[in-house]
């Protein structure tokens, strides 16, 4: 009944366009009652994406019996549930694409819906980053990475009208996510802050050597230029 609604629907949005068309013109279509269609859809909006909800909980399945030794590989392993939903149905994805990029709502819709999958996978990499340092900024930036990936690959397949391989540039793209975020996380270089002179106001830092040295002057704001001046001047000097 679920793609009997879902069928329905499209055929009207291509006929009519969404906004011209209603839950009554849709139900009327497949041959049933407004009773069944809010049995499986909440909004005219949810048929549109009927099959997130069955693929949402397919990743978070995935996602709870994978080992912890390669965490990255497994969240772009899971993002690869989402694309083989696409490429099920290539004829339906596209005819999606298109409607959403028509129809400003869906969009928005739309991108609700990816960040729920991108909350999935941030979700599963807390469970294996969140005790190290940074491993909450950690776990989202790789979902977001992993996210980002896949959509470009995903989107370049459906505006070729699902034509060749989806699979080729969504693996190329996750391949690169695995090459960056793979390796073990490195401690955080250690960042001092030069210490302000009560009097001035001014701190300066050297690096380097020779003709190379690097001065660094960092001043209070509302300090008088003079003052500045005279800072670098003796920093130079000491040099």
């Not at 001065?215 to 230029?225: N, S």
């Amino acid at each position: 009944m679920r793609e009997v609604l879902a069928q329905a629907a499209f055929q009207l949005f291509l006929e009519r366009g969404f906004e011209r068309t209603t839950v009554d013109d849709i139900v009327a279509r497949a041959g049933v009652g407004r009773r069944s269609f809010f049995r499986y859809f909440p909004s005219k909006e949810d048929v549109v994406f009927p099959d997130h909800e069955r693929c949402l909980a397919e990743m978070t399945e995935f996602l709870a019996a994978v080992g912890d030794e390669d965490p990255v590989g497994a969240v772009c392993d899971a993002a690869r549930i989402v694309l083989r939903m696409y490429a099920a149905d290539p004829e339906f994805s596209v005819q999606r694409y298109r409607l959403t990029r028509e129809v400003p709502g869906l969009r928005t819709y739309e991108l609700s819906v990816v960040r729920r999958y991108e909350q999935t996978l941030a979700g599963h990499l807390r469970g294996r980053f969140g005790a190290d340092r940074d491993g909450e900024l950690r776990a989202e930036v790789i979902a977001a990475s992993v996210v980002a990936a896949h959509n470009n690959g995903l989107r370049l397949w459906l505006r070729s009208g699902g034509a060749g391989d989806p699979e080729a540039a969504v693996d190329h793209a996750l391949d690169l996510v695995r090459g960056v975020w793979g390796r073990p996380a490195g401690p955080s270089p250690a960042r001092e802050k030069p210490a302000l002179p009560a009097a001035t106001g001014l701190s300066g830092a050297t690096a380097g050597s020779g003709d190379d040295e690097v001065i660094v002057m960092v001043a209070a704001k509302g300090t008088p230029m003079w003052r500045v001046v005279q800072q670098i001047e003796a920093a130079v000097g000491e040099g």
